[in-house]
Every structure is written in structure tokens, then in C-alpha cells.
């Protein structure tokens, strides 16, 4: 892969890492302020709607520059909202700054993927980079979980730091402080990412002409056969991984009976399940073959649909192991695909935007109906049972209309096309 590729991961490794301890930090913030419960899930929810609402921009923003500096910039944004977090800053307006970071630096990570390396790498670059993403979640989550521990915040307690105003006047802050020490880490590997040598086009300043072309990108990736397969799996997917992550900390809570800093051990263990998913599909599946892991999706919705009938720890962790593990190797074949066709459609920068757009406004919409849902008071089993329907039904489509464009247009023939020109 090469030495550059590994700077990237270490980099996103770090950066993510950070996301996730700082969401379980503000999570414990939000509970010692008495928030409302709906609150917890609206943290995704400020986070992602940067994603949203700059999708026209921060492609073309990635393409205009050398994605080191894209990445550096953006993490520098991540630490800004950190610290506003550590200043006593709500943590919904602190969390929506990280998130702002965040969609800046997402198509600069990938992107850079296709810049580096040739089509036929993608998958197993895929699988590296997200199993490591992964990696960075699950010991994001325990470090997080292990940070708000009782006995964390009493050990903080004992040492008795002056609190200067707004700064150090709660137990939860040196740990947002920590934090931002992991965003540091992160933005010094991004001064160590190489310049690949691409070409890149000036940023257009005029906004409406950004929008368009932005609007045309997205129109093309949905028309072609294969772009909006990849795009629909991955949008639902996102969509429901985002959720999910607050329905097992809830599901932790009232069918298994554990506190904030145990329930995200369980996130952690689905997070496991996902890494050894994603790195078998690098092993096992090409990008000519990689639509036929669609059926996964509906097996992961049946998984998901079992966890009403678990009220024992070590099974829910066996399962959550299986549902992690469907969804990394469904998942990161479907990703691979959508990359290398936008990347022939449209640029890598511009391609990322999209699939980030569509994704994370499946995020924003799902997180919405979550926080309303709880709003409403709807157990968590109910949820559950919904949530995981939707999505049996949602991949079913799918499948279908893949089937459906099969019979229209060879889609192998056309991957074999792509790969003989380039």
C-alpha cells in the first residue's frame, strides 16, 4: 500500500478515536445536566448536519487543495469544538462544531484512497481503513466509557483542580481536555500525509454555481447502475449504524440492566463484530462481485430484530458480535463499489460529498424520528421491532431493483469495461 496509505489510517485513527470518546463525554455531560432524554440522540444529529448542509461545498473544497492540508484544517476545526466543549459550551453547539470538522475531513480520508491507489486496491484498502475506523470506535467508546466510570470521576475529584470559571468546573472536563490531546496526535500525522501529485482545480467562488454542480453529481451518481445500488445500501446502512448506536446503549440499559459506562462496552463489542466483518470482505470479496453481499443486509436486520428476546449479557454479546459482523462485510464491499463509481463519474472529492450527503442525511432523518420516538415514550423493544423491519424491508427493495437493473444492463460487463480502460 505503501507508506503514505499508513500515515492516513494512523491519522483517521486518532481523529476518530477522538469523535467517539468526546460523543460518550458529552452523553455523561448532557445526563449530570438532567437533559432531556430525546437530547442524547440529537448529539448525532447536531453532528451530521454539517454533512448536510455543506455537501456542495466541502467536495469541491477537497478537490481544490492537497487533501494533507484538507485533513489538517479540518482537524484543526474538530479541536476548536472540543475546546468549546471543555469551556463549558452546550455540548449540542460544541459537538456540531466537531461535526463541522468532520465533514470537511471526510472527503479528503477517502478521497485520497483513489488518488493513492489503483481500482483493484480499493476493496482491501476499504477494508483496512474502515476496520481500523472501527477499531478507533470501539476504543473510542471504551476509553469514553472507562473516562465517565464512577471511579474515574472520583479519582478526578480527589485531585482537586482549581476551577478557573467557566474551565475545570466539572469532573467531566479534564476529560474533554484528554481529548483534545487525541486531536492533537491526529493533526500532526496529517502534516506526514503525502502529496500525491493530482492536479487540483481551483475552488469556485460563486456558491449557486457550486450548488448546481453539486445537484448534477448527485443526479448522476443515482442514475447510474451501479453508483445508486452501493449508494442506497450505504445510505441506509449509515443511516441505521447511527442509530443503532443509541438504541444499544438504551437497549443496554433496560433489558440487560447496565449503567452508561458499561452499556457502551456493548457498543464496543458490536464495533469488534463490524472490524472482523470488513476485514473478511477485503479477503473474500472483489469489486466485480461486491453487489452480491445485498442479501447481508436483510440477514443483519433479522439480528437486530433478536435483540428484543435477550436479557443475558454474554448473549447479547455474541450477538452483537454476529450483527457487527454481517454489517462490516456487507458494508465495506458496497463502499469500495460507490467510490470507484464516483470516482469515475466525478472526481473523487465530489463523489465523497454526495455519498456523505445522502448518508448523513439518512442519519439526520433517522436520529430525528429515534429522539422523537423516545420523546413519545415507545419502549425500546418497540423500537427495535420497527427499526429493524424497515430496514429487512429497505434492503429487500433493494435487492429488488438491483435484480431489476441486472436484467437491463450486465452491471458485471460494465465493471469489466471500467477496469479495461483503466
Given at each position: 500500500m505503501g507508506f503514505g496509505f499508513y500515515i492516513v489510517m494512523a491519522a483517521q485513527f486518532f481523529s476518530a478515536l477522538a469523535d467517539n470518546a468526546l460523543l460518550i463525554a458529552a452523553i455523561a455531560l448532557l445526563m449530570n445536566a438532567q437533559a432531556p432524554a430525546e437530547q442524547i440522540p440529537?448529539?448525532?444529529?447536531?453532528?451530521?448536519?454539517s454533512y448536510v448542509?455543506?455537501?456542495?461545498?466541502?467536495?469541491?473544497?477537497?478537490?481544490?487543495m492537497p487533501k494533507w492540508r484538507v485533513m489538517l484544517i479540518s482537524n484543526t476545526i474538530k479541536i476548536a469544538g472540543c475546546a468549546m466543549m471543555f469551556m463549558d459550551i452546550h455540548p449540542l453547539l460544541a459537538y456540531a462544531v466537531v461535526g463541522l470538522g468532520a465533514a470537511a475531513y471526510s472527503p479528503a480520508k477517502y478521497g485520497i484512497l483513489t488518488e493513492m491507489l489503483p481500482a483493484a486496491k480499493l476493496v482491501v484498502a476499504n477494508g483496512w481503513i474502515e476496520g481500523l475506523t472501527v477499531g478507533a470506535i470501539i476504543l473510542g467508546t471504551l476509553l469514553g466509557g472507562a473516562l465517565v466510570h464512577p471511579a474515574t470521576l472520583q479519582w478526578i475529584e480527589t485531585l482537586h483542580m482549581p476551577a478557573l470559571g467557566p474551565l475545570l468546573n466539572s469532573s467531566i472536563d479534564p476529560i474533554v481536555m484528554f481529548v483534545g490531546l487525541l486531536y492533537i496526535i491526529a493533526a500532526i500525522f496529517n502534516l506526514y500525509v503525502p502529496d500525491t501529485g493530482v492536479d487540483h482545480k481551483p475552488l469556485h467562488n460563486n456558491p449557486i454555481?457550486?450548488?448546481?454542480?453539486?445537484?448534477?453529481?448527485?443526479?448522476?451518481?443515482?442514475?447510474?447502475?451501479?453508483?445508486?445500488?452501493?449508494?442506497?445500501?450505504?445510505?441506509?446502512?449509515?443511516?441505521?449504524?447511527?442509530?443503532?448506536?443509541?438504541?444499544?446503549?438504551?437497549?443496554?440499559?433496560?433489558?440487560?440492566?447496565?449503567?452508561l459506562s458499561e452499556a457502551t462496552n456493548m457498543q464496543g463489542v458490536v464495533a469488534v463484530g463490524v472490524a472482523v466483518g470488513s476485514v473478511l470482505a477485503a479477503k473474500f470479496v472483489t469489486l466485480k462481485r461486491s453487489p452480491r453481499v445485498i442479501p447481508l443486509g436483510i440477514a443483519m436486520a433479522a439480528g437486530i430484530m433478536a435483540m428484543i428476546a435477550i436479557t443475558n449479557v454474554s448473549l447479547a454479546m455474541l450477538l452483537m458480535v454476529l450483527v457487527g459482523g454481517l454489517a462490516g462485510f456487507f458494508v465495506v464491499?458496497?463502499?469500495?463499489?460507490?467510490?470507484h463509481r464516483g470516482h469515475v463519474l466525478m472526481g473523487a472529492g465530489h463523489s465523497i460529498a454526495v455519498q456523505?450527503?445522502?448518508?448523513?442525511?439518512s442519519i439526520l432523518m433517522m436520529t430525528a424520528l429515534y429522539a422523537?420516538?423516545?420523546?413519545?415514550?415507545?419502549?425500546?423493544?418497540?423500537?427495535?421491532?420497527?427499526?429493524?423491519?424497515?430496514?429487512?424491508?429497505?434492503?429487500?427493495?433493494?435487492?429488488l431493483r438491483h435484480e431489476a437493473n441486472q436484467r437491463e444492463y450486465d452491471s458485471v460487463a460494465l465493471l469489466d469495461e471500467e477496469h479495461q480502460r483503466h
Open positions: 440529537l448529539l448525532k444529529f447536531f453532528f451530521t448536519i448542509l455543506l455537501a456542495a461545498f466541502v467536495g469541491a473544497f477537497a478537490d481544490a454555481y457550486l450548488i448546481r454542480e453539486f445537484s448534477h453529481c448527485v443526479g448522476l451518481l443515482w442514475r447510474d447502475k451501479l453508483g445508486q445500488i452501493s449508494l442506497a445500501v450505504t445510505t441506509l446502512f449509515w443511516g441505521a449504524g447511527a442509530t443503532l448506536q443509541f438504541i444499544v446503549l438504551d437497549w443496554a440499559r433496560v433489558n440487560l440492566d447496565l449503567q464491499p458496497m463502499n469500495a463499489l460507490l467510490q456523505n450527503f445522502n448518508e448523513n442525511l422523537l420516538l423516545i420523546h413519545f415514550g415507545l419502549s425500546v423493544n418497540i423500537v427495535i421491532a420497527l427499526f429493524a423491519l424497515f430496514m429487512a424491508g429497505s434492503m429487500y427493495l433493494v435487492k
